[in-house]
């Protein structure tokens, strides 16, 4: 079990033994220099009621975002499609809601989207905020993958960020995915005006899941004009390099997602971060809304860095 003075001391390392511990550890686990590729699409774009300060959905603040409705079926297969001939091996898709409930009709046009999208051979991730035990059992049942439900940062400074709903609600709704036999995505943003050791506070968290997170998004705050956290400087790049590494050694079995904030980074720094422990990205030249790095400078910089992208595994497949 990882505390947080356990994790600091790793953390602390001189860089060159963190990441030799990293890699060494990230070699053990992962040998196939492999990178699973993974889409994003925004299923429903804006207006919500949570005051994330982080976030270009929120209603709370002047974006700029124009809202769209939730998409249909019809709408999400064509995308989805493509992503898999482009090479994705995962789509996740993200809805701005505070969160969802059994019987509502929007849910349920969300279980027909996964039914349909889970055909397809990837593996299928949704976004869509607090759920409960019931909402986690139809996902299930309806051929979902994984539920990203992000605690974003340490318990302390969460409050600092969202007001309209606190840690404990998220925790909650984690619990409730591990119950239905889901898999956790559950990871968080850096460059919100917290410690380093708030960091590695909730990485502390990440380590005390049980069963421990699949997938661990690390994002670094892509600031959004209009937002409380407009002006936050960007973190520096050994710092996210070294959480980076810290994870892959807390965490050898999870997929680290190096996710928002990558089109700020160079090739080099991005080819650290995968040398460091992480082994995913997302790709496609949008995030949610914010742009991401496109297609083609990621398969060069794949290329030059001889890494692959993870083929399916057929045991992560629903078809
Ligand atoms: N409403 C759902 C929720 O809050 O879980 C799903 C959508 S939310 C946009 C998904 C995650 O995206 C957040 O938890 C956060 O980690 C990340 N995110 C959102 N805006 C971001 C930004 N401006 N920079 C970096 N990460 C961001
Ligand atoms: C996650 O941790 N990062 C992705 C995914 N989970 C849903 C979302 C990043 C969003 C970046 C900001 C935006 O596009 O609005
Ligand atoms: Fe953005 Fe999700 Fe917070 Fe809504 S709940 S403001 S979509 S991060």
Known sequence: MHTLESLAEIYHRPLFDLL????????????????????LLSVKTGGCSEDCGYCAQSAHYQTGLRKEALM??????????????????????GAAWKGVRAGDGKFESMLETVREVGKLGMEVCVTLGQLGDEEARQLKDAGLTAY??????????????VSTHTFQNRLDTIASVQKAGLSVCCGGII????????????????CSFD????????????????????????????????????T??????AKVRLSAGRDRLSREAQALCLFAGANSIFYGDRLLTASNPGVDDDKNLLNLLGLAPQPP?????FA
């Open 20 to 39: 030799t511990s990293s890699r060494a550890v990230f070699v053990e686990h992962w040998p196939e220099n492999e990178v699973q590729l993974c889409t």
């Open 72 to 93: 249909t079926v019809e709408d999400v297969l064509p995308v989805a499609r493509r992503a898999k001939e482009n090479g994705s091996t995962r789509f996740c898709m």
């Open 148 to 161: 990203n439900h992000n605690i974003d940062t340490s318990p302390e400074h969460y409050p600092n960020i």
């Open 191 to 206: 460059g919100m005006g917290e410690s380093e050791d708030d960091r590695l506070k909730m990485l502390s968290v990440l």
């Open 211 to 246: 069963p421990l997170p699949e997938s661990v998004p690390i994002n670094c705050l892509t600031p959004i004009p209009g937002t409380p956290l407009a002006d936050v400087p960007p973190v520096d790049v050994f710092e996210l390099v070294r959480l980076i590494a810290t």
């Open 248 to 253: 892959r050694i807390a965490l050898p079995g």
């Open 313 to 317: 595994r057929p045991t992560a497949c």
